[in-house]
């Protein structure tokens, strides 16, 4: 992590993000200053073609500006990170959770995995991410 990148810095962190031929068939990012030669380089020598956005259009990388925000709204914004390793830790479990166990309206307030609804027990609160946020499991009365 850096907080000024260079375009040597990105060319280094992209042949790390896509090691043995694992590259995508194109890369979109915003215009940053810091996409600089090096990096263009890098992204032909791994065969990627560059695809960057629309010059002050944020809104044409949807998917990632919703991904980035949501994480920092949801997630990060509210813990104190120590390191690196804490935070891919808090990242994974948080994706888990993003994944797994958070409902959406556009499913009817269900989550991507599916469960078997239960009409007999009781519901008891399950935290995610340290309580953070909470989840409601059900579980049978015996």
Known sequence: MTAH???EWLARQ???AFPWGSAPRYLVH???????????QRL???????????PRCPRQNACAERAIGSTRRECVGHLIVFNEAHL???????LNY???VRTRLS???GTSHSRPVQRVGEATRVPHLGGL???????RNR
Not at 30 to 40: A, L, M
Not at 44 to 54: L, N, S, T, V
Not at 88 to 94: D, F, G, I, S, T
Not at 133 to 139: N, P, R, V
């Open 133 to 139: 946020h909470q989840a409601m499991l059900e579980s």
């Open 98 to 100: 993003y994944n797994r």
């Open 30 to 40: 915003d215009r940053d200053r810091s996409h600089g030669e090096p990096f263009e």
């Open 88 to 94: 891919r830790r808090v990242l994974a479990a948080y």
């Open 5 to 7: 990148p260079t375009a």
């Open 44 to 54: 032909r020598a791994m065969g990627i073609r560059d695809r960057p956005i629309a």
């Open 107 to 109: 499913l009817a307030k």
């Open 14 to 16: 992209l042949s790390e």
